[in-house]
């Protein structure tokens, strides 16, 4: 079945850490990939999304992911957390042949930094 | 230039009433989506409509339906309400479908 799946439900981080959420999907061709945050309360912010060409995506506030066609993965990074990246981190596909925009999310990676 | 929109931002219902939710999509933008999101877990696919057509719809009961007005504005039913319709109903628009979607803050429904 397809499927995504981000095996972390929590993360703590120091501030100043670097921090890495992982992201893996289950479908039969590369779909089209996106990385949301949503602070407490808020709808989604688009970080960064990969289509095609270059595996390394750079995204908004400092954000950068990685496709890895051979681990079905695309997880994203940050060299040096701020505390105010604490937030709820979401890894989204879409299979364009039939979604017509359907987003398939995974469970979500809730991340908390400390001081 | 405006965001989405969504209204209202909260709302109470009791068990057994009916619900409408309503979203503006970002001017332009011909394509609506609506997911809930139920507390600690992502947010699951409801409707897509695009140029007022319904274009795909998840797994949810008939209680749920939507529709989109010839502005693109898009609204949410949710008929016979139980307890577990509880979530943030968010409501994403995009120029087309498959590209990226903007979303709007949400709807808190909470159902008694």
């Known amino acids: 079945a397809q499927s995504v799946t981000q095996p972390d439900i929590h993360i703590t981080v120091s501030e100043g850490a670097s921090l890495e959420l992982r992201c893996n999907y289950s479908y039969g061709a590369t779909p089209y990939l996106f990385w949301y945050v949503q602070s407490p309360g808020q709808g989604l912010q688009l970080l960064l999304k990969y289509f095609s060409g270059d595996t390394l995506v750079q995204g908004i506030k400092g954000f950068e992911a990685e496709f890895k066609r051979s681990q079905s993965s695309f997880n994203l990074r940050k060299p040096s957390v701020h505390w105010s990246d604490a937030a709820e981190y979401f890894c989204?596909?879409?299979?364009?042949?039939?979604?017509?925009?359907?987003?398939?999310f995974g469970a979500g990676t809730q991340v908390v930094v400390t001081p | 230039d405006a965001g989405v929109t969504q209204s209202p931002t909260h709302l109470i219902k009791t068990r057994g009433q009916q619900v409408t939710l309503r979203c503006s999509p970002i001017?332009?933008?011909?394509?609506v989506s609506w997911y809930q999101q139920v507390l600690g877990q992502g947010p699951q696919f409801i409707f897509q409509?695009?140029?007022?057509?319904?274009?795909g719809r998840g797994n949810f009961p008939d209680r749920f339906s939507a529709r989109q007005f010839p502005n693109y504005s898009s609204e949410l039913n949710v008929n016979a309400l139980l307890l577990g319709d509880s979530a943030l109903y968010l409501c994403?628009?995009?120029?087309?479908?498959?590209?990226?979607?903007?979303f709007g803050q949400g709807t808190r429904l909470t159902v008694v």
């Open positions: 989204a596909v879409v299979v364009t042949t039939d979604s017509w925009g359907k987003f398939q």
């Open positions: 409509y695009y140029e007022k057509e319904e274009r």
């Open positions: 994403a628009s995009s120029f087309s479908s498959s590209t990226e979607a903007f």
């Open positions: 001017s332009g933008h011909k394509s």
